[in-house]
């Protein structure tokens, strides 16, 4: 059993986002979830974590309970796993930082001459709050400089329908990230709104991997989920080590 992920050639970080593949979960879970808050059985999301750790040859897989905020974990120790908070930054090298998601944007961060890595999990809330700037902050802390990012898959420019109430809670600047659709609807470019907010907090380069979760079936979508009824479903998971 292999979990199967994506990367982006030119992000230079040990990092993967990981698909739905390649895991032993079944039916709505089939088959790599990695959602410890899922209905999934614990044991099977524990083997998949271990699956994940081992594709990317880490010791260790930390995790966070994500509370879409802008609570960031400085991990010193390896063992800070499992905090309300929805990014975290380290210096530890054999430690893998991951992020669940299933349409929200998985963040990954890196300055290799510094030697440090951060991730986030940006949703539309985390990401105008401003998680991505604190998690840059937190970095710079640890003495990273030139910062580099990689988006990775979630919901699309093309997908993600929206009210104006979202809108109204971003700031006029940034209202160029929605396109008109019907009626009030409103469609959001998340993927590019989060670049540009990385690139407001100093990130110096911002690769954008492109996937639409709500598109391509190797992805969970919670968006997907909702307009086929609702049901159980699995998450995603993205990790970057040094």
Known sequence: MTAVYVRIPGF??????????GGV???????????????????????NRRLVAQA???ERLLGLTQIHSTEVVVVRHGDETGARADAMVTRLH???????????????????????????????????????????AAMRD?????????????????????????????APEHHLFFRQGEGDRLWFDLPGYCATRLQEAGVVEVFIE???TLADPRFW??????????????????????
């Open 25 to 47: 979960s079944d039916h709505a879970f089939t088959s790599l979830n990695c959602s410890l808050s899922s209905t999934d059985d614990p044991a099977l999301v524990a083997e």
């Open 210 to 212: 492109g996937s639409d």
């Open 56 to 58: 990317m040859g880490v």
């Open 12 to 21: 230079v970080a040990r990092h993967g986002f990981f698909t739905r593949l």
């Open 221 to 242: 979508s919670h968006r997907r989920r909702t307009k086929a009824g609702g049901g159980s479903i699995g998450h995603q998971i993205s990790v970057i080590a040094l």
């Open 94 to 136: 054999g430690v893998g930082l991951g992020v669940i998601t299933a349409d929200c944007a998985p963040v990954l961060l890196v300055d290799r001459a510094a030697g440090v890595i951060g991730a986030a999990h940006a949703g539309w809330r985390g990401a105008v709050d401003g998680v991505l700037a604190a998690t840059v």
């Open 142 to 170: 640890l003495g990273a400089g030139d910062i580099v990012a990689a988006i990775g898959p979630c919901i699309g420019p093309n997908s993600y329908e929206v009210g104006p109430e979202l809108r109204d809670q971003v």
